[in-house]
């Protein structure tokens, strides 16, 4: 038996510090364990007590009769490592550690955290100040929690790994009062050990568990994460995640336009979409999206039908159903005439919303109209209003529910109009997903649309980072790069760049144009000023006997603006008829380098048009990233356009992802903007770049 399997499965429980005092937080672990009926060892462990709740109690942690699988430890602070230190040494699978005033407490809290997991040594943490957990599949509560004083958990499909102890507490009440069923839940606390990571790899396996549901602060192990979540997408387990901190605007760069567009919140948002994650948007989506899930139906197709009994809140659940991109059919001719053979009195079943004026109406006439929307080839799925008069005869629709459902595999839910708490909480536990909001059966929908087939996140393998020559090495130059030498360094990993000429004066300029047979581009070159276009330093469609004075004037305006001279001018193809992107490299604090592709061009900041996904691309990446964009109908020949060399575009941003993973942590920033995309077999061309480099001696 693992570690983590004694730690959520024990056979036996120590109790360091326990109580006989089921009032006190030290005396609810023992309480919960007897509540819960725990069958297997317990041992309290106090030297004021010979036996506390009808167990022997133990003086110290070498009386014990042998090494638990688990203990709880509920000593102070000051007293947890050595506690933990003898709990480690005797054998001990895992030891939760209640205590706070360690690595959230600051940096001394942080080096008394350091020393608790060297106490531990081998045997395995979790905490220090969390909640513990509770295995309710098994019975088995390894908490102090309050929240486990009210009625016990109802068993269901659904873990809920949460980094706040107060929120799980908070859940756990409301899942209570709705009705909705858990198979573990477990407090990660200050994650000096076990983390969200270690847990979603447990329960991937664990034959209770069909949808992890998660409350994240932040990742302290992403590559340990990325793989425990793919490993659940394989298994078909969805997982659904609520991420604090969504308005955090991250850091921003001060060179490249992708640091000001790709903050943090947006670099999780592009872990979740790569791992096949669903984002809880709200807090209560991280009961209301677990409960629809754990009734694993998946939507084949975007049609709704909503029965209702009462017309303005089944409005409610259409107009969501819209806005959200489903699609509320009336029934079809052979469905309209089934129903309208029920001959129900002021039923309006022609329609859709499908209005059966429950009021007055026996159960089989609800029983049949449900039976007849749910065999209509017209409907993927069916949302179901309970009006005030089903509340207060509950049977007349639940009895009809229960049975419906149980003959169809199509996706049904429940809107509860009027504040029914009781109805909500029958429902779900019968295992019909029921909801207080309209809102909340549209985000169920919408869930089950997207895990409507096997996740498969990460088809097509992304490239694997080469070893950087000295060719490259030499090009790292530490600090900004003009622009001549960031195309260059693009170049060598394989994405387009524009025709140039590096020019040093004026004079040179003029015979340089003329190389390109037309107008062309002219721009200064400093590695101090990167975006020259704001200091008048970029000049378009120049004639090359115009050239010499152009490079002139700007070398004047730019010296005006920075007190700087340029250190040369750099004269460039002219390109039209191109749909110009910006395409960046971010290197998240938490979870690593990331890459945006956007509209590009000056005003890439205010559009804000953009996608992100974690570096390393795979060509699926490429692919979905290009398709979120607003603009994409732009590269697709939209009124009349040219249809963009797409597949060139994906063959560069594999290249640029494959730059950023290569060089490593060499690269602070990059960023190409514009990108031109060119019509259909014309490639791309990179117009203008960014790099800065941190060390050029540090590997990768």
Known sequence: MDALERLIRPKSVAIIGASADAGKL????LAFLQKYGYGHEVFPVNPRYQSIGGYPCFPDIRSLP????????????????????????????????LAGGFGESGADGMARQQELKSAAGTMRLLGPNTIGLVNVTDGIALSASAALQINQPAPGSIALVSQSGGILGALLSRAEAQGVGFSKLVATGNESDIDVSDLVDYLVDDPATQVIALYLEGLRKPAQFRQAALRAARAGKPIVAFKV???????????????????????????????????ALQFSDLLDIPLALSSARRLQGRRVAVVTSTGGSASLVADAAGLAGFETPAPDPMTAERLKALNIPDAVLDRNPIDVTLAGVKS???RNVLDSVLESPSYDAVAVILGSSSI???????????????????????????????????????????????????????????IRRKISPQTGEPAIPVAVGADVRRMLRPGPLNEYESKALFAKFGVPITREVCVATPEEAAPAALNFGGNVVIKVLSRDVLHKSDLGGVAVNVSPRDSAATCRRMAEAFSTATNRRPEGFLVQELVTGAVELILGFKDDKQLGPSILLGMGGIAAEL????????????????????GELKSAPLLRGFRGRPVADVDALVDAMLAFSNMVTSIGKNLLEAEINPLFVLPSGNGVKAADGVVVVADAEAGS
Request: charge should be negative; include cysteine.
């Open 26 to 29: 030290t005396g609810r672990p």
């Open 66 to 97: 042998h090494a638990p699988d688990v203990a709880i430890v509920l000593v102070g602070s000051a007293r947890v490592p050595d506690a933990v230190r003898e709990l480690g040494a005797i054998g001990t699978g895992a030891a939760i550690v």
């Open 245 to 279: 901190g969504r308005s955090e605007s991250g850091a921003q760069s001060a060179s490249s336009h992708t640091g000001a567009l790709a903050g943090s919140d947006v670099v999780y948002d592009a872990l979740f979409r790569q791992l096949g994650i669903i984002r």
């Open 364 to 366: 089989e006439y609800f």
């Open 392 to 450: 207060t005869e509950p049977e007349i629709v639940g009895a009809p529910l229960r049975d419906c459902f149980a003959r169809t595999d199509k996706p049904v839910v429940v809107f509860a109009s009027p504040h029914a708490p009781h109805a909500v909480r029958h429902l779900n536990l019968s295992g019909i997903p029921t909801f207080a909001a309209p809102e909340a059966c549209v985000t169920a929908f919408s869930a089950m649309w997207h």
């Open 607 to 626: 559009y804000k048009d953009t996608a992100v996904r974690l570096a390393p691309l795979s060509r699926q990446d490429a692919e979905e990233m290009i």
